[in-house]
T-cell receptor, first 117, second 116 residues
C-alpha cells in the first residue's frame, strides 16, 4: 500500500511569513494526526482528526496555527505568522482506528522540515 | 496521566554486539507500548508493539522488547547490532482502553550509533 505522503519536504521562510503543509494519508484511514518534532525532542501532537472532525487540538497554538481536513481525506496545516520557535519537522500520520480500538499503530509520513529565519 | 522516560539520550555499540535501549513508563491504565525508529530525514516506522498479550514482543529487523509490569519497563534489545540500525528510537505509550482518543506520549528519543 502507498504510504503517507507529505509535501513539501523542506521549507525555509522568514519570521512573520506564512506557510502551509499538505498531507495525504493512507487510503481508507479515518484518523489523521499532525505532530511537531523539535530537534532533540519526541514528536508532540498538534491536532487529531477523525474523518473531517477534530478530535483533539488541545496543543495547537490556535493564534497562529490552523488545520483542516475538509473532505475527510487529505489535510493542510498552516502557520501564520511564523515564529523562530516554529522551526521543526512537521509529521503527518494516519491510522485506521475506530473508537474502542487500540491495536493499530500510526503510519507516519517523511515529514516537512521547516526552518524559520 | 501517562509518561515515558528513555533513560539514555545516546547509546553507542560496536557492530555485532548486543543493543539495549531502556524505557520506563507511567500510566494510570494498562498501557499499550510501542517502539518506533526514525532514520535520518525519514518518518517514524513501527518496530514493535505491546498490547496486553505476550510480554515478550518480537518486532522487525531482529528487535524485541519485554514488558515488565513490576518494573514499569519496556526495554528494547537486539542480539547483534548492524550498521543499518543506526537511527533515533522512540518509546511510546498509549492508554488502554482508548475510547477513540489515541493520544500517544512519546519519549525524548535515544540516538543509537553503531561503531564499525
Amino acid at each position: 500500500e502507498a504510504g503517507v505522503a507529505q509535501s513539501p519536504r523542506y521549507k525555509i521562510i522568514e519570521k512573520r511569513q506564512s506557510v502551509a503543509f499538505w498531507c495525504n494519508p493512507i487510503s481508507g484511514h479515518a484518523t489523521l494526526y499532525w505532530y511537531q518534532q523539535i530537534l532533540g525532542q519526541g514528536p508532540k501532537l498538534l491536532i487529531q482528526f477523525q474523518n473531517n472532525g477534530v478530535v483533539d487540538d488541545s496543543q495547537l497554538p490556535k493564534d497562529r496555527f490552523s488545520a483542516e481536513r475538509l473532505k475527510g481525506v487529505d489535510s493542510t496545516l498552516k502557520i501564520q505568522p511564523a515564529k523562530l520557535e516554529d522551526s521543526a519537522v512537521y509529521l503527518c500520520a494516519s491510522s485506521p482506528d475506530r473508537a474502542f480500538s487500540y491495536n493499530s499503530p500510526l503510519h507516519f509520513g517523511n515529514g516537512t522540515r521547516l526552518t524559520v529565519t | 496521566a501517562q509518561s515515558v522516560t528513555q533513560l539514555d539520550s545516546h547509546v553507542s555499540v560496536s557492530e555485532g554486539t548486543p543493543v539495549l535501549l531502556r524505557c520506563n513508563y507511567s500510566s494510570s491504565y494498562s498501557p499499550s507500548l510501542f517502539w518506533y525508529v526514525q532514520h535520518p530525514n525519514k518518518g517514524l516506522q513501527l518496530l514493535l508493539k505491546y498490547t496486553s498479550a505476550a510480554t515478550l514482543v518480537k518486532g522487525i529487523n531482529g528487535f524485541e522488547a519485554e514488558f515488565k509490569k513490576s518494573e514499569t519497563s519496556f526495554h528494547l534489545t537486539k542480539p547483534s547490532a548492524h550498521m543499518s540500525d543506526a537511527a533515533e528510537y522512540f518509546c511510546v505509550v498509549r492508554p488502554t482502553p482508548n475510547f477513540g482518543n489515541e493520544k500517544l506520549t512519546f519519549g525524548t528519543g535515544t540516538r543509537l550509533t553503531i561503531i564499525p
